[in-house]
């Protein structure tokens, strides 16, 4: 994607003046003008192959002959060299619900009494056959209110699955990759569970299994496809190499292939290829525990873990709203706005916000207390789409503390059903323009396929405010238009102005253009008896008045997919323009007004 990014500065005038949304005014003493295009990568599950010193061949030997057995054994650690502390802040309430015996999971629950997360689960899916096995549960285990308790269960968790999966022929989706490599971070991130459960378990104990974990990993990580898979792999078994003290995985090379394997997954700016914010907190987490773990082995630090996480925070904080809740675009992450706030204190205090990330697609727009964050960015790679969103051009707002708009969010993080799934993904889904229902990236099962191939972005800054062009080619192909976009955030925050335009022969055989804004479930919606306005409350105490040019506006149910609470019901604001569709653009406004007395609820 980088190789067709263009960027830079284009000089010193400004976009042109007639129809912009900002007025005349917000043109005036240009302070900066840049502007680039971005274009959609193709699949990125290639690269290079990364072998080990064995070949091919030997490694298919260990693996389907009886030498498996011994390609598993070797020195047993008999304590740990490190024992970092897992960055990860994990939920409370999801820990209270362990404690009291159900193992919350993608697709069900699991019990958690006398070893049963284990019985039965052949019957279940395989994702959540693979989130019991991985241990992905332990930081809201380890957040729950009784801690001696989470610590009690945790210890017997590890002794059961230990006692239960000696080896990859007891169950293949305990020890399939997907789920061994993530177990290995989760023990190595909670060790100390892990060293109390090797005293109370004769041999092999929870130690030795972790080592037998990592020759397993060693030999089945996926050395070629999905890149994310591949880091979390190849970091699991550098983070077993340092905290059992394992020369023979080699650590100097495995930090060189992981470091080589981020600077394909990660751009300059920060941002993951994937687009996906829950990718880029994955991301974080290993680096946070790689930095902690050679700290705590008087290691040299490599330079790129600290680089990586500098950059990794800084477009973390480029796209998270007032309240600290990183914008629900491809996915968002499961975290809360609190969760996500101190994991990023944990990881660089100290590290800027990013205003503009070029490379991955995003923009932000910040002034007077109020944030947006815009999709500015063609859809990720097909391979790594399957959980992303065709929300080309979307945004979201928040005034302080309290997001306004936002997008529903993603039902893959929660277990939610397929069909939900897939309306999560949607356009109509997206606070942005929706031709004829239709979805500007085909979204399906296995990625999101043709559709936007590129996004052109122009960001002129003066002191009115700041303004961005843009424009996606996502209906082209199928209805022979181009989506502009602008959007312009007075300087002192009170006025979001927007236009949106199609442009092109196709646009005369449309039926119909919705104009969506998705609100938050605390905002309070009103609209004008004449139907040409809708007042919006937050509990902050401040209201918002928007317009679009003379519309009717109207309310429709929604859901926002919440970090905490999952679906949660909420109201959509739409803006419905029937053919013949204007070749003017279709203008709107959310301007900040006196809080009616008697606000609230439509």
């Not at 999971?105 to 096995?133: C, I, K, T």
Request: proline residues 7%; aromatic residues 4%.
């Amino acid at each position: 994607m980088a190789d067709d990014r263009r960027t830079g500065r284009t000089g010193g005038r400004a976009p042109d003046r007639p129809g912009s949304p900002g007025g005349s005014d917000a043109y005036n003493a240009v302070a900066e003008v840049s502007a680039h295009r971005i274009r959609r990568a193709g699949d990125r599950a290639g690269g290079p192959l990364l072998t080990w010193p064995v070949s091919v061949a030997w490694r298919g030997v260990q693996l389907y002959t009886p030498l498996r057995a011994l390609a598993l054994s070797g020195p047993e650690p008999f304590r740990l060299y490190a024992a970092p502390t897992d960055p990860l802040p994990g939920d409370p309430a999801l820990g209270t619900t362990i404690l009291s015996g159900a193992l919350p999971g993608r697709g069900g629950n699991s019990g958690v009494g006398d070893g049963e997360p284990w019985l039965n689960l052949a019957r279940r899916s395989v994702r959540h056959q693979w989130f019991v096995h991985s241990f992905e549960w332990l930081p809201d285990l380890m957040a729950a209110a009784d801690r001696d308790a989470a610590q009690e269960l945790g210890v017997q968790l590890i002794r059961d699955w230990v006692a239960r999966y000696p080896g990859p022929g007891a169950d293949p989706q305990a020890w399939h990759p997907h789920a061994t490599a993530r177990r290995l971070i989760a023990w190595t991130a909670h060790a100390q569970l892990v060293q109390r459960a090797a005293a109370r378990t004769p041999s092999p104990n929870a130690l030795t299994a972790m080592a037998r974990q990592a020759r397993h990993l060693r030999l089945v990580y996926p050395r070629r496809g999905h890149l994310p898979a591949r880091i979390v792999a190849l970091s699991a078994l550098l983070m077993a190499a340092l905290t059992l003290d394992m020369p023979e995985l080699k650590p100097r090379r495995l930090a060189r292939h992981v470091a080589h394997l981020l600077d394909l997954f990660l751009h300059d700016d920060g941002g993951p290829i994937s687009r996906q914010p829950a990718h880029a907190v994955g991301v974080l987490r290993i680096l946070m525990l790689l930095r902690e773990l050679h700290r705590a082995r008087g290691l040299p630090q490599p330079a790129w873990i600290g680089e990586r996480i500098r950059a990794v925070v800084s477009f973390l904080r480029g796209i998270s709203l007032g309240d600290g809740s990183v914008a629900r675009f491809n996915g968002g992450t499961a975290m809360s706005a609190a969760a996500v706030l101190h994991l990023l204190h944990q990881a660089d205090p100290a590290a800027p916000v990013r205003v503009s990330a070029p490379a991955t697609g995003f923009e932000r727009l910040s002034a007077g207390g109020v944030t947006c964050v815009i999709d500015s960015g063609p859809p990720p790679p097909p391979d790594l789409s399957t959980r992303a969103g065709a929300g080309t051009l979307s945004f979201e707002m928040s005034d302080g503390d309290y997001p306004l708009v936002v997008n529903m969010g993603s039902a893959s993080q929660h277990g939610l059903p397929e069909k939900l799934t897939s309306v999560a993904r949607a356009t109509a889904a997206h606070s942005t323009l929706v031709i004829d229902d239709t979805n500007s990236t085909r979204a399906e099962a296995d990625g999101l396929r043709r559709g936007v191939e590129s996004v052109g972005v122009r960001r002129a800054v003066s002191e009115a405010g700041t303004l961005l062009d843009l424009a996606h080619d996502g209906y082209r192909h199928r209805l022979g238009v181009v989506h502009e976009r602008q959007l312009f955030l007075a300087g002192d925050g009170k006025r979001l102005v927007g236009a949106d335009r199609l442009v092109g022969a196709g646009r005369n055989k449309l039926a119909i253009v919705d104009l969506r804004f998705h609100l938050h479930p605390r905002v309070g919606v009103r609209v004008s008896r004449d139907g040409l306005s809708a007042d919006l409350s937050h509990p902050g105490g401040r209201a918002w008045r928007f317009r679009a040019d003379g519309r009717v506006v109207k309310t429709e149910e929604s859901l926002f997919i919440d970090a905490d609470a999952g679906p949660v019901r909420t109201k959509q604001l739409v803006v419905r323009v029937a053919a013949p569709v204007p070749a003017d653009a279709l203008r709107w406004s959310l301007e900040r007004i006196a809080l009616p007395r008697d606000a609230g609820n439509a």
